[in-house]
T-cell receptor, first 114, second 113 residues
Framework: GDSVTQTEGPVTVSESESLIINCTYSATSIAYPNLFWYVRYPGEGLQLLLKVITAGQKGSSRGFEATYNKETTSFHLQKASVQESDSAVYYCALGPDSNNRIFFGDGTQLVVKP | AQTIHQWPVAEIKAVGSPLSLGCTIK??????LYWYWQATGGTLQQLFY??????VESVVQLNLSASRPKDDQFILSTEKLLLSHSGFYLC????????????FGPGTRLTVL
């Protein structure tokens, strides 16, 4: 089926350290899936961080980057230097299928220590 | 600018009682609308979607139902709550189209006791 697997949290890093949150996907019913990273900051709603709709392309936002790798079916989220304000829950997602469904990973809580 | 509002913010209900959760989108005509649910510690999963007024498609069966009585309103309900209904309910909208992103509301926290 269609699914997403991502790094299990919580992930704890110190401010200014680099970060990678792994995401791999399986898209059996979607020929050309879009890939997304969503983020939920404490006390706020779920919001789109970045998306990539074409394999081989990279998306970036707020210092975060993710590359759509069709060969390894991966969409890892990276940041060179995290800040305390990056503390949040990050969700990798793919879709939509023929039912307009987006498939989410379980989310990865990121804790950035000052 | 488009805004999405969900009500109530949180709800504590008894097993077997009815439930109605609401979602309203302002500033966007004819949006696609979605209901998502996330059990505590679980995966966010899509329950329903609607492309037009009066038309709702079920994606996951959870003994819940959804209706779209107006273009800007999406309602999630059940006549009899189960313990397993506890969790976080999110409403989302998109402009349609294969690459359209979904925008999420603030969510409703439901606790069934």
């Amino acid at each position: 089926g269609d699914s997403v697997t991502q790094t299990e949290g919580p992930v704890t890093v110190s401010e200014s350290e680099s970060l990678i949150i792994n995401c791999t996907y399986s898209a059996t019913s979607i020929a050309y899936p879009n890939l997304f990273w969503y983020v939920r900051y404490p006390g706020e709603g779920l919001q789109l961080l970045l998306k990539v709709i074409t394999a081989g392309q990279k998306g970036s936002s707020r210092g975060f980057e993710a590359t759509y790798n069709k060969e390894t079916t991966s969409f890892h989220l990276q940041k060179a230097s995290v800040q305390e304000s990056d503390s949040a829950v990050y969700y990798c997602a793919l879709g939509p299928d023929s039912n307009n469904r987006i498939f989410f990973g379980d989310g990865t809580q990121l804790v950035v220590k000052p | 600018a488009q805004t999405i509002h969900q009500w109530p913010v949180a709800e504590i209900k008894a097993v077997g009682s009815p439930l109605s959760l609401g979602c309203t989108i302002k500033g966007k005509s004819s949006p696609n609308l979605y209901w998502y649910w996330q059990a505590t510690g679980g995966t966010l999963q899509q329950l329903f979607y609607s492309i037009t007024v009066g038309q709702v498609e079920s994606v996951v069966q959870l003994n819940l139902s959804a209706s779209r009585p107006k273009d800007d309103q999406f309602i999630l309900s059940t006549e009899k709550l189960l313990l397993s209904h506890s969790g976080f309910y999110l409403c989302a909208w998109s402009s349609g189209g294969i690459n359209a992103e979904q925008f999420f509301g603030p969510g409703t926290r439901l606790t069934v006791l």
